[in-house]
Each structure stands twice: as C-alpha cells, then as structure tokens.
C-alpha cells in the first residue's frame, strides 16, 4: 500500500469512527426541554419520601413545563431532575432564591427569620453534619438561597435523598408541578 493510499485509508477509518461515536451519542436518551406547558402527563410515585402527602405507587398529574409561564412558589411540590440515570425525583420546594434558612436542633424549620409551621411533614428529622453538601452550601451563601437554585425537600425528611444529599436544585432541572 502507498503512502497516499494508507493517508486516505486512514482518514475514513477515522471519519467511520467519528461518524459512529456522534450517532451513538444523539441516540441517548436525553430529556427534553420544555418549550411550552404540557398538562396532564401522569407520573407513578416511587418510594415514600413524599409520605404522608404522596404514597408509593399514587398516581399524580405532572404539569410539565408549568413553570415556563408560572414561578415557583414555596410549598409547590414538583418534578424535578437531578441525575438524568435515577429520572425524576418528586419534592417539595421549601425555599425559592432570596429566602434565609435554618434548621433548629429538632428539625424544625426556619425560613426568613419565621418557624414554618410544615404540617405536611411525617417526622421532623434533626439536621446535623451528615447533610454537609446542604450545610455547605447555605454557609457559603450566608443561609440565603442564591438567585436560580431552590431549596427541595421530601415530606418524609428520614428517609427523603433531597438538597439535604445533592444540595440546591437549579430552576432548568424543574420540570413540572405535580398536582396534588
């Protein structure tokens, strides 16, 4: 074989190659970005993080891309995602940017200076140094949540993997409101 030859058989080896890596990669399964509010989508709970208020195996309806047209409230409970491989995690927002939290010695929940009365919680969980992803990152803001994060929590704290394990939620992974 030629130089030249071997040169050109190497450029489309690596153009096959390039060509393969580029389609298998836009054939992941990616979610899509909401363009416009979808009503309606009905979604399965999975686990019992969001007992009392939402039990395993309830059937909600997801509002996808609700909040496109809407801002997010405190006490909304929405879907959202953290790690595209686990999909979807449903929780509640507790805290929307500008608010200042803390948590008491029993898990109580202060927010702006004010005990938040959390009726819809199952058990008060203390709050200590094994959530130091959260802690973390409201001592590096000064306990006020920055502008475009939310602070999401699980009504069922024992058990909920919420801010308290992957920290504030960016307002791109809200998908939805889910309705109660």
Do not use: W
Not at 50 to 57: F, I, S, V, Y
Not at 62 to 69: N, Q, T
Not at 152 to 162: A, E, P, T
């Amino acid at each position: 074989m030629r130089k030249k030859d071997r040169s050109l058989f190497f450029l489309v080896g690596t153009i096959l190659i390039l060509c393969c890596v580029l389609s298998f990669a836009f054939l992941q399964k990616k979610e899509p970005i909401p363009q416009k509010e979808i009503p309606g989508v009905k979604k399965m709970i999975a686990g019992t993080s969001m007992e009392p208020t939402l039990n395993d195996g309830q059937v909600v309806t997801e509002r996808y891309g609700y909040y496109l047209s809407h801002s997010i409230q405190q006490g909304d409970v929405v879907a959202a995602l953290i790690d595209p491989k686990e999909g979807e995690v449903v929780k509640r927002v507790i805290a929307i940017p500008g608010d200042s939290i803390s948590f008491g010695d029993q898990g109580e929940l202060y927010r702006n200076g004010q005990q938040v009365n959390e009726t819809y919680v199952l058990e008060k969980s203390f709050y200590n140094t094994s959530n130091q992803i959260i802690e973390t990152q409201l001592r590096y803001y000064h306990n006020v949540i920055p502008s475009g994060e939310y602070l999401l929590l699980g009504d069922n704290r024992k058990v909920s993997i919420d801010s308290t394990t992957y920290g504030l939620v960016e307002k791109n992974q809200i998908k939805g409101r889910v309705d109660l």
